[in-house]
Structures are given as C-alpha cells and as structure tokens.
Nanobody, 127 residues
Framework: QVQLVESGGGLVQAGGSVKLSCAASGRTFSNYAMGWFRQAPGKEREFVAAISRSGRSTTYASSVKGRVTISRDNAKNTVYLQVNSLKPEDTAAYYC????????????????????WGQGTQVTVSS
C-alpha cells in the first residue's frame, strides 16, 4: 500500500500561484498513475489533473486547463501540481491519489479508479 502526504497549500491572493506537492512512500512510486482532485465546501470532489506512471501523459479538467500543470519526479517519489492565476473559486482542499497500473501510459480522471488518497492540503484564495 502506498501512503500519500500533500503539502504546499495555504492562503494565496487571487492572481497568484501555488505549487502543491504529494510525497509517496511504501511502494514503488513509478508503478502508480497519479491524480489531483479538489473539494470545495458544500461541493463534490472534482478532478483537476492526472499523470501517467512515466509522466509522459497528462490530462486536465477543462475548468483549469491552461492554468494548471501536473508533473512528477519518480526519483523523489513526488507528484506536483502547479496552479497559476488563482481565482477565489479555486479555494478547496486538494487531494492527491494513486492507482497502481501495469501500463506506463495509463491515466484516469475518475476518482473511483484511485484506491489510495492523501489527507489533503487546503488552498484558500483571497480576492
């Protein structure tokens, strides 16, 4: 089982940027496709971005495309989420998730496909 710990959240002004990190431990990180999701108060968890095991394939939610970049460093067992041009509606708890897969190119934006989740890191965007 892989353990995930997110960090990097905080209070940010609108228009600013934040880089979230998710450190994995417990298993071979490069065997896992990774995803970022977020959940705002009173709303359902939504997909933000996902990346394949190799890092060569990525996909983004249409609501954040162009402002968000997902990346990973398999040597550091870490996946990152860079969010630029932050808006108040980006305020949410951000979660990383992991899915073990035999395919180096597999990615998914479906939360139910991820069995492993971190505890989340809060991002609050002030206007």
């Amino acid at each position: 089982q892989v353990q995930l710990v997110e960090s990097g959240g905080g209070l940010v002004q609108a228009g600013g940027s934040v880089k979230l990190s998710c450190a994995a431990s417990g298993r071979t990180f490069s065997n896992y496709a990774m995803g970022w999701f977020r959940q705002a108060p009173g709303k359902e968890r939504e997909f933000v971005a996902a990346i394949s095991r190799s890092g060569r394939s990525t996909t983004y939610a249409s609501s954040v495309k162009g402002r968000v970049t997902i990346s990973r460093d398999n040597a550091k067992n870490t996946v990152y989420l860079q969010v630029n041009s932050l808006k108040p509606e980006d305020t949410a708890a951000y979660y990383c998730a992991a899915r073990q897969t035999g395919s180096v190119s597999h990615i998914t934006g479906v939360s139910g496909n991820y069995p492993y989740w971190g505890q989340g890191t809060q991002v609050t965007v002030s206007s």
